[in-house]
C-alpha cells in the first residue's frame, strides 16, 4: 500500500495553468502506476491522465490531451500533473490514484487514493 498526498490546486483564470503534486510515501512507489481522476459537481468521477511503472508510457483522455501533462520524479516519490490552457469544464476535485502493475483508465482498476484538490477555473 502507498499513501498518496496531493497538493497544487487553487483558482485560476481560463487559459491558466497550474501544478498539481501528488507525494508517495514508502519504498515501493517505483512499482507503482499512477493515475489521475477528477471528479466535478454532480458528476462521476473520471479518467485524466495516467503513466506506468517507468513514467516512460502515458495517457490521457480525450478532453486533456494536449493541455495536460503527467510525469513524475522517482527520487522524489512525486507524481506531477501539468495543466495547461485550462477551461472552466476543468473545474473539479482532482485525485491521484496509484496500483501496482500497468497502468489503468479504469476508477475500480486503482488501490490506492489520495484525499483530493480542488481545481477552480474562472471564466
Known amino acids: 500500500q502507498v499513501q498518496l498526498v496531493e497538493s497544487g490546486g487553487g483558482l485560476v483564470q481560463a487559459g491558466g495553468s497550474l501544478r498539481l503534486s501528488c507525494a508517495a510515501s514508502g519504498r515501493t512507489f517505483s512499482s507503482y502506476a499512477m493515475g489521475w481522476f477528477r471528479q466535478a459537481p454532480g458528476k462521476e468521477r473520471e479518467f485524466v491522465a495516467a503513466q506506468s511503472r517507468s513514467g516512460l508510457s502515458t495517457y490521457y483522455a480525450d478532453s486533456v490531451k494536449g493541455r495536460f501533462t503527467t510525469s513524475r520524479d522517482t527520487a522524489k516519490n512525486t507524481v506531477y500533473l501539468q495543466m495547461n490552457s485550462l477551461k472552466p469544464e476543468d473545474t473539479a476535485v482532482y485525485y491521484c490514484?496509484?496500483?501496482?502493475?500497468?497502468?489503468?483508465?479504469?476508477?475500480?482498476?486503482?488501490?490506492?487514493w489520495g484525499q483530493g484538490t480542488q481545481v477552480t477555473v474562472s471564466s
Open positions: 490514484a496509484g496500483r501496482r502493475g500497468a497502468a489503468a483508465t479504469k476508477e475500480y482498476e486503482y488501490d490506492d
